[in-house]
């Protein structure tokens, strides 16, 4: 044994002497920074909104909206959605796959043990007994594989922004969805309302012609528009129905169109803060994934690099028996041997090298979508911005377009029954009502939307008192240890 452990300690001399003088290389890789893009001092649209200026987004964005049952949709979505639930699974992968690369930094053991009866000679008593122990561990000259390690944790890291930015999407996709079933049964409200004031100006003109006041024109255009109207509130009623089933989908329920939809659409307060660009690279988790990705490609290019250098490893096999269990455990049988192995690669059809240049294109690949990804998050931002001022101008244009509309519909309908109006007036003055009322519905929903996809563009905070709960679940998974 004392020959065996003087070997080990001079093949770890020459480690030693290795490891001193080429403990590590140059990285020579584009950091985070490589992107070349600066985030400007403030937004463009910014001044458009001057209440934002410099503050920090809003805590819980859905409190904006001041309704108890959008919270309860979103914290239903949160605790169900099966995208939600399968990438807080992607986290419990993630983690098993770095504690397996980092694994390979430890030494590696297996042990077999046998017993036997030796019946040939008749005598049962006869037994025999062996155990054979193999211990192999590579040491880390260059970092290699402390590098495979940092990549698994990197990955990790961006699992755990992956659930986040799926959180922060379900929660926005269930407030729209919201927004577009409340929209579609105003949608339907209105078009009943036009069903039934085409149905009564029907009758006035079905009066005015037995009369023999009308034209049989003018009630063929009547009942025209009234078929028109059933088409019209029959598509209401099918938009309706799917804005439903698109909500309940994110519910993780059955898609049966079985959730009543409010009264009417908020008003969106004041814009509140929206920090700056700057902040939203911190703030965006699928910025933060992009980000550790291209950190884990940059360490897998370096590990590739690596792997062309010298290999120093260990290993030994013993084994040990005899007719006794006290045998087995005679350690100057079972550390038989101790073997230090340096190894250089040499000829690998040149699979190193193209894995050297892969994880290299890999990172740039990394770096470039990860650009995209930010002016991509910048112009989602002033784009909403945008829309708060655009979407505004539309609302108060509409309001008093609709106004003017009724009032002209109510002068229509009068100059009609006495007579000295035509049925084209009154249609096209009903139809010119009905066209801005929907149109205004429309902008509103078109508002309350913008401001969800801002804080979906800003990362904006939102209640989040389910967060747990998917992780919760998925770190249980990992307990079952149910073949």
Partial sequence: MSRSFAFAGAVAAVAAVLLSGCASLPADGPGLSGTGLQPPAHWQGESQAPSSSGAAPNRNWLADFDDARLNALVAEALAHNHDVLASAARISQARALAAESGAARLPTLDVTGLGS????????????YSLKASVSWE??????????ARAGAVDL??????????????????????????????????????LQTR??????VERRYARGVSSSLDLRLARSAQAGAEATLALREQQRANAGRRLELLLGRYP??????AAQLPVPGPLRGIGTPADVLARRPDLAAAEARLEAAH??????????????????????????????FDLDTLFGSLLG????????????????????????ERLHAYAALVLRAWRETEDALDGERYLARREAALQVSTREAREAERLALRQYGRGVGTIFELLDAQRRRISAESQFIAVRKAHVANRVRLHLAIAGDFDSTTRPQAVKTAALADEDTTP
Avoid: M
């Fill in 139 to 148: 040491a880390d000259l260059w970092g290699r594989l402390a590098d495979r």
């Fill in 117 to 128: 009866d030796s019946l040939v000679q008749k005598a049962p008593d006869a037994q025999s």
């Fill in 157 to 194: 890291k961006a699992a755990e922004a992956d659930y986040a930015a799926a959180r922060l999407s379900i929660a926005a996709q269930t407030a729209l969805a919201w927004f577009d079933l409340t929209e579609a049964a105003q949608q339907i409200v209105l078009a009943r309302d036009d």
């Fill in 199 to 204: 149905q009564r100006a029907t009758r006035l």
């Fill in 341 to 364: 192995n340096l190894a250089q690669p040499v000829f690998r059809g040149g699979a190193l090298k193209a894995a050297v240049k892969r994880n290299r294109a890999a990172q740039r």
């Fill in 256 to 261: 049966a169109n079985a959730i009543a939809a």
């Fill in 299 to 328: 360490v897998r290019a370096r590990e590739a690099r690596k792997a062309l250098l010298p290999r120093l490893s260990f290993s030994s096999s013993a084994t040990s028996g005899g007719a006794a269990v006290k045998d087995l």
